[in-house]
């Protein structure tokens, strides 16, 4: 971050809970970061303590294992002083997994604007990726800290609802997977959380007939899909409450 071509920042590091070197690796910076400590408490946790504690216009992160191009927050920066109506912004990324590059499939493919529709089925944000206005968390709030997992998704969700999020269509980050420790291989059916995420979503009385009635959709794909691995793992129990919750919002007006 510090490589940035884009100077006038602050650095702040949360460390959440490290078991190991991180702050005698930090000290010889210096001043030129602010390092705040705290118990682990997980992602949504050091990203809010982050939020709370800068004192710039526009916010932005990166998670321990992605990286940075060194023109990133300047193209970001160029775009929201350029147009002032953009409040969030985000770029497209280079996936590396194991130390190979990989293509991202079809699926995943980046959209620009009013694109809470084409974030419902999968997230195709990554936090690291975005630059966001400090009122827009005025807004729609923090990350929820109750979520475990895609805590990211339904953050998008909600400023989906109300901002659109543009799209920088050039490759400034570096995303970096398949290690073990890695939330999607430590949570079984990250679904689960996006299911929760949809029906906050739902609870809004602003949203309008089309998009609910994506969500709905969405979330009842969701939920078969879960009651089917559930039931391949003898959990019946939970099987029924997500058909229960798709049936409850195919009654829904």
């Given at each position: ?56 216009r526009y916010l932005a992160f990166l998670d321990s294992d992605d990286l940075w191009k060194e023109n990133k927050l300047a193209a970001q920066m160029d775009l929201v002083e350029r147009d002032h109506t953009v409040k969030v912004c985000y770029t497209e990324e280079i996936w590396i997994r194991r130390g190979v590059r ?152």
């Open positions: 971050m510090l490589a940035q071509s884009y100077t006038d920042l602050e650095l702040l590091v949360i460390d959440d809970g490290s078991t190991d070197d991180t702050v005698d690796r930090l000290a010889p910076y210096g001043d030129r970061i602010r390092l705040y400590g705290q118990d682990n408490r997980g992602a949504s946790s050091a990203r809010n303590a982050g939020i709370r504690r800068a004192r710039g990989v293509n991202p499939r079809k699926k995943h493919g980046k959209h620009s604007g009013w694109i809470l529709e084409k974030m419902l089925p999968l997230c195709i944000v990554s936090p690291s990726s975005v630059l966001i206005a400090r009122e827009v968390f005025c807004r729609v709030g923090l990350f929820d800290e109750s979520l475990p997992a895609c805590e990211d998704y339904d953050l998008w969700l909600r400023i989906g609802l109300h901002y659109p999020i543009m799209l920088i269509d050039r490759p400034l980050i570096v995303k970096r997977g398949g290690h073990a420790d890695q939330l999607s291989k430590k949570h079984w059916g990250l679904d689960r959380y996006r299911v929760q995420a949809i029906r906050k979503l739902l609870d809004h009385r602003d949203l309008d007939d089309h998009i609910r009635k994506t969500a709905i959709a969405c979330l009842q794909q969701k939920c078969q899909i879960l009651a089917n691995g559930c039931r391949k793992r003898g959990k019946e129990e939970l099987a029924g409450q997500f058909l229960d919750i798709a049936a409850h919002y195919s009654r829904s007006p």
